[in-house]
């Protein structure tokens, strides 16, 4: 299957916004749109959430994909980079700041995901996250589609923490 990502940075230098108002205009503009509640349902609740949040929390935006799929089947997915060094900042945007329910049980293997991809919290802390490759921000995606009014979050884990080059992520090989 086919996807596409859309780098959100250069609008949004071009345009002089931040790159959440790239995307969340972008949604809100593609054709057919109004037909979508759930789409935009679930983008308002994101707006909200980011709303309360920040102005700065606007560039953790980092791309929007979707799927060479059916329109029908094809769901947005917006890749953001949590601008907290602690756990519960990483589950608050996971949550939505509660707004996305039923995955509380979720937390302790979040939690435990989130050590084993990016090390322990002090170590976070210590040192300047774009230094070193495991202390960079956590990124996750949330997706948007027409079956559901919520948006699904999902956890981003890059592949260069696990990898032995560019090459073996290319291949699919450790």
Excluded at 5 to 13: E, K, N, R, S
Excluded at 62 to 75: N, Q, S
Aim: charged letters at 30%.
């Amino acid at each position: 299957m086919g996807k596409v990502y859309y780098l959100l940075c250069f609008a949004a230098a071009l345009e002089s916004k931040t790159r959440w108002q790239v995307v969340r205009l972008a949604i809100r503009q593609l054709p057919g749109i109004d037909a979508q509640p759930n789409i935009l349902h679930a983008l308002g609740i994101m707006e909200e959430y980011l709303a309360g949040k920040p102005k700065d929390w606007e560039n953790g935006a980092r791309y929007l994909a979707t799927d060479f799929v059916e329109p029908e089947k094809a769901r947005l997915k917006i890749y953001l980079r949590v601008l907290g060094d602690m756990f519960d900042e990483t589950w608050d945007y996971y949550m939505l700041g509660g707004r996305i329910t039923e995955l509380d049980e979720d937390k302790d293997r979040f939690h435990d995901l989130i050590e084993l991809t990016s090390g322990s919290e002090s170590l976070m802390c210590d040192v300047r996250r774009s230094t070193h490759v495991k202390r960079k921000a956590t990124t996750m995606y949330f997706s948007l589609s027409a079956d559901s009014p919520w948006p699904t979050p999902k956890l981003n884990i890059y592949p260069a923490n696990f990898a032995a080059n560019d090459e073996s992520i290319i291949r699919g090989h450790k």
